[in-house]
């Protein structure tokens, strides 16, 4: 069952009932946004739940329990407990900077998902510059997580904020060059293009033998910094910052802060099933479902590393960034434009 | 130039409550952005006197008190003040009894060291470790549980014997949980020993030389790690351990990966340990020793024993005037104690995640410290 | 190396500076004077047959009449164990700091000047360490020293 029919007969109903273009257009744009907002917070909410059952499984627990059959219920109870908590704001934060931080990172969390293929056609815009648009929004995190690493006026919170802004950094360059291997490929910036591209199994840029599991693994390495999972979790070192950038928050701000990081996560996996995973493609099943199968499976191999991986130290991880992995994206980079001159498995 | 660029050194406060301080240690950190310039300990946050405590009750009376002395190893602790007032009172403990302490201590040596992996896990930033090693310090919770009642103070190890003899279901317990836990620790070591992530945050962090080491008095696993092979339950024999037979494992390097992996090694010898003591106990008749009264009054002396603990060597000295019945001094003497001791030499020129990793290879426990 | 060994090697080295208590049936334990303290720990620490490289503990005792402290002392390689006493009155209690021997004995020195008020002299860091910084109600181990709200065990028949 394509979900893309069920969209275009409403706006078809929309048009038919003679109302001004404009207004169609703003119409339909507004309730995209609401039922991809709604959706994506549901995701988080799940994820959250996810999360702790897989942790529960890993460590032979049960996990929550009570909330719900096995405890799904538990995220939104959790939820409302931290809406009614008081929101407390410290008397020494700087506040424009501390009030704004968490409202950019959840903004730019949600702004990504315009140009994410979430099926067949389900797609809010299909810009021709899509995986440029989609990257530079995620840069924006950095903004906030720095905002709220300064503004918090707390030495935590700014060793948090410092340590993100130059890990995210280090680990946009060699994951920027991974999708340009995709990229030039592709032939295209739109995300509806290069998912085209990969219509048989064989042309999953996974399978493109030899660049597309290098390109792969560096993504998912640089993924997994870039949405401060361990063992790339720095900024929110527990053990060593208490919790990072994020210490001075509460309530709601808090939610935010962490909702936000569970969409990222569910954002890069996205991106990767779209880059490397053919996206939406697949038989059988509609274009949606294998489009969420593929990204709740990424989803659930960064959960995977978090509860499996102790977490590596700041320096070694810049090393490990500057000095093995971009040099290796680079590399790989060459060697796909090599094949794609060459026409080498060219299919 | 590079004058003219000189950033400032700002203070951290590590603690008192800090996730991985590992009780209530507080450090100050003079740092120059993520590199420790000084680091200085705090310590006192959970100081109980505990010492001036002893010294108000009788010698029987002692024993509830020393096993909060070191919470992590309570068996130990009983078991210290112990030896120390029956050498003084020349009390003969009966053999069975003896067994009995060897299997308490080493178990709950294992039970320790479960707690370090786990805590050592946690702190470099791997969450599972921890509830496998605690799953496991369970069952030995439950044997214990089973013994004596307790799960953390045990009070068993008293002056003269054992407060009671074991239930019948402890040793196949005990059995059972021997037959596994070796799988159990090649659980462990499949992962973190070969983890490149834990070996790169482990190797070379933290080096310890031996002379450093004797110096500043460290004991233990941690003295091993640096090469010296002192351990006293060969050395300075006490209680029976000179009828068992195992290794003392020893490393070179002296770096938090070595810490680590003579505390694995040394779980296997303590299971070791008790299997040939759970084989050896039946062959002994059953009798866990007459104990003291609490008006007991040994004669005029002083003693300090010492026995090897999990973190080190863990003292006590007893000073007794012969005429009254509280001991006119109790003094504590914990590994960890100077283990902290030695924190600020090896943190010095570190990052501050290697602070926590260095930290949790020593084993400190705060309450062993502060007493 | 037995006790009689010990105590006949030591008497014979370090002559009348050192003398067996007889409290120390159980292991020995040598009473000196402070003024020999460092010097005779140096001695014993690079002493060929003894090697006491590991300073196990030190500790003060308030015995209500005079103050001792206690180093206890062990070889690592020699795997010999005894112990040195100091006994010192009240009035103007202070001892030499032996870090310059063992350089661990720091904290244990800082630990018996704050609870004891024995004064340590060449110490580096006299400050406070078990107690609150703002301590000002003497020193707790002192035999005369009871805290406020404190109260004794019932006495045991």
Not at chain 2, 349 to 368: C, F, H, N, R
Request: charged residues 20%; contains cysteine; aromatic residues 12%.
């Amino acid at each position: 069952m394509e979900l893309i029919g069920i969209f275009e007969y409403l706006y078809e109903q929309l048009v038919a009932t003679g109302i001004p273009q404009v207004w169609v257009d703003l119409i339909s744009l507004v309730v995209s946004a609401v039922i991809i907002f709604g959706i994506l917070a549901l995701i988080a909410l799940f994820l959250v739940w996810w999360e702790r059952k897989l942790s529960a499984d890993f460590q032979q627990r049960m996990g929550p329990m009570l909330t719900g059959w096995h405890g799904l219920l538990q995220t939104i109870a959790d939820a409302i407990k931290l809406i009614q908590k008081e929101d407390i704001t410290p008397t020494k934060v700087d506040r424009p900077v501390f009030y704004w931080a968490p409202i950019i990172c959840f903004v730019a969390a949600f702004a990504v998902y315009v140009t994410v293929p979430f099926g067949k056609g389900l797609i809010v815009s299909d810009l021709n510059i899509g995986i440029l648009y989609i990257v530079a929004i995620t840069t924006f995190t950095i903004i906030s997580l720095l905002m709220a690493g300064w503004g918090s006026n707390n030495k935590y919170a700014l060793l948090g904020g410092m340590r993100s802004a130059a890990q995210v950094v280090s680990y946009e360059v060699p994951m920027i060059v991974a999708i340009l291997s995709v990229v030039l490929f592709a032939g295209s910036l739109s995300m509806v293009d290069i998912v085209e591209s990969q219509a048989l199994i064989y042309q999953w840029y996974i399978f493109r033998m030899p660049f597309g599991p290098i390109a792969f693994v560096i993504y998912i390495i640089a993924a997994t910094a870039e949405t401060n999972r361990t063992p790339f979790d720095l900024p929110e070192a527990e053990q060593e910052l208490v919790a990072g950038f994020n210490i001075e928050y509460s309530g709601m701000k808090f939610a935010m802060f962490f909702l936000a990081e569970f969409i990222n996560m569910f954002t890069v996996s996205a991106i990767g099933a779209t880059l490397f995973l053919g996206g939406w493609q697949g038989p059988f099943l509609p274009s949606w479902a294998w489009f969420l199968i593929k990204t709740f499976g990424l989803v659930f191999v960064f959960m995977w590393f978090r509860w499996t991986y102790p977490r590596l130290r700041v320096d070694q991880l810049m090393e490990f960034s500057w000095k093995f992995l971009l040099p290796l994206a680079f590399a790989n980079l060459i060697l796909a434009g090599w094949m794609k001159y060459s026409g080498w498995f060219n299919w | 130039m590079t004058e003219g660029l000189r950033t400032e050194e700002f203070q951290v406060n590590m603690g008192p409550h800090h996730p991985s301080t590992h009780g209530v240690c507080r450090f100050i950190l003079t740092m120059d952005g993520e590199v420790i310039v000084r680091a200085e300990p705090v310590i006192g946050y959970l100081h109980r006197s505990l010492e001036k405590i002893c010294e108000n009750r009788t010698y029987a009376q002692c024993i509830p008190v020393m096993d909060r002395f070191e919470y992590c190893t309570s068996m130990s602790c009983n078991e210290v003040f112990s030896l120390a007032v029956e050498k003084m009172a020349g009390i003969e403990v009966p053999e069975y009894a003896e067994y009995l302490r060897v299997i308490m201590l080493e178990l709950n040596r294992i039970a320790s060291h479960m707690i370090w992996y786990g805590t050592t896990a946690l702190d470099l930033g791997a969450i599972t470790p921890f509830l496998y090693s605690f799953r496991e310090r369970e069952d030995i919770l439950d044997m214990f549980e089973m013994t004596c009642g307790q799960r953390l103070t045990y009070n068993y190890i008293r002056i003269g014997g054992v407060s009671r003899d074991i239930p019948p279901e402890f040793i196949p317990k005990c059995k059972e949980f021997l037959a596994t836990v070796d799988h159990k620790i090649d659980d462990y070591e499949r992962m973190l020993t070969e983890n490149p992530i834990f070996m790169v945050r482990n190797k070379d962090v933290g080096n310890l030389s031996p002379e450093l080491a004797i110096a500043y008095g460290v004991s233990g696993p941690s003295l091993r790690a640096s090469g010296v092979k002192y351990d006293l339950r060969r050395d300075d024999p006490y209680s029976i351990y000179d009828r068992f037979k195992f290794d003392i494992p020893i490393c070179h390097n002296g770096d938090c990966y070595d810490r680590y992996v003579i505390r694995i090694k040394e779980m296997r010898e303590s299971a070791k340990i008790v299997r040939q003591a759970i084989e050896q106990i039946v062959d002994v008749e059953p009798n866990t020793g007459k104990m003291v009264k609490a008006n007991f009054k040994p004669a005029k002396g002083e003693v300090y024993s010492r026995i090897e603990n999990s973190r080190g060597e863990m003292g006590v000295y007893v000073q007794s005037t012969g005429d009254t019945k509280k001991p006119l001094r109790v003094k504590m003497r914990g590994g960890s104690f100077n283990q902290l001791q030695v924190m600020p030499e090896l943190v010095k020129g570190v990052k501050i995640a290697d602070v926590v990793a260095i930290m949790a290879s020593l084993d400190i426990i705060l309450p062993e410290v502060d007493r | 190396m037995t006790f009689e060994e010990l105590t006949t090697y030591l008497t014979e080295k370090f002559g009348d500076k050192l003398e067996l208590l007889e409290t120390g049936k159980f292991e020995p334990f040598f009473l000196i004077k402070k003024e020999n303290l460092v010097e005779i720990c140096e001695a014993v620490k690079t002493d060929d047959k003894l090697l006491m490289d590991f300073l196990c503990n030190i500790g003060a005792v308030d015995t209500g009449e005079k103050f001792e402290i206690v180093y206890n002392l062990a070889s690592i390689k020699k795997h010999i164990r005894f112990d040195l006493k100091l006994v010192m009155e009240y009035k103007g209690a202070e001892v030499d700091s032996v870090m310059s021997v063992w350089i661990g004995a720091n904290w244990f020195e800082r630990e018996i000047w704050e609870l004891y008020g024995i004064n340590i002299n060449n110490h580096p860091n006299l400050k406070r360490f078990l107690l609150p910084d703002e301590w000002d109600q003497g020193h707790p181990m002192l035999k005369n020293w009871d805290a406020p709200d404190f109260k004794r065990m019932p006495e045991v028949e």
